[in-house]
């Protein structure tokens, strides 16, 4: 699974930014089955789980991003997005995003980088 992230850049606090996560690649009956998610790493810290989908497909936020962050698909765009309102500077980091199969392989992206700026 390719997958690319993009959307980042610099933003205020408070802000708003959103991310998108494309499977140009995939093909289309496949991709509704992936788990993708959205995850983090900001510098000096272990890449976290931001959002993501829960076994029953509702949405599952990182307690720190509740409320101000959505993540949602269209599957028919082969794509998941990642909207962030409310930004602070603690939100500031590369955004990836990430099936559970790749990460058992620690196979990762690029990455989108976000910086929020106080």
């Known amino acids: 699974v390719q997958l690319q992230a993009s959307g980042g850049g610099l933003v205020q606090a408070g802000g708003s930014l959103r991310l998108s996560c494309v499977c140009s690649?995939?093909?289309?009956?496949?991709?509704?089955?992936?788990?993708i998610a959205w995850y983090r790493q900001a510098p000096g810290k272990q890449r976290m789980l931001v959002a993501g989908?829960?076994?029953?497909?509702?949405?599952d936020y990182a307690d720190s991003v509740k409320g101000r962050f959505t993540i949602s698909r269209d599957n028919s765009k082969k794509t998941v997005y990642l909207q962030m309102n409310s930004l602070k500077p603690e939100d500031t980091a590369v955004y990836y995003c990430?099936?559970?199969?790749?990460?058992?392989?620690?196979?990762w992206g690029q990455g989108t980088e976000v910086t929020v700026s106080s």
């Open positions: 990430n099936t559970q199969a790749m990460i058992v392989r620690s196979l």
């Open positions: 989908f829960a076994s029953a497909g509702s949405p």
């Open positions: 690649r995939c093909i289309l009956s496949v991709f509704r089955g992936y788990d």
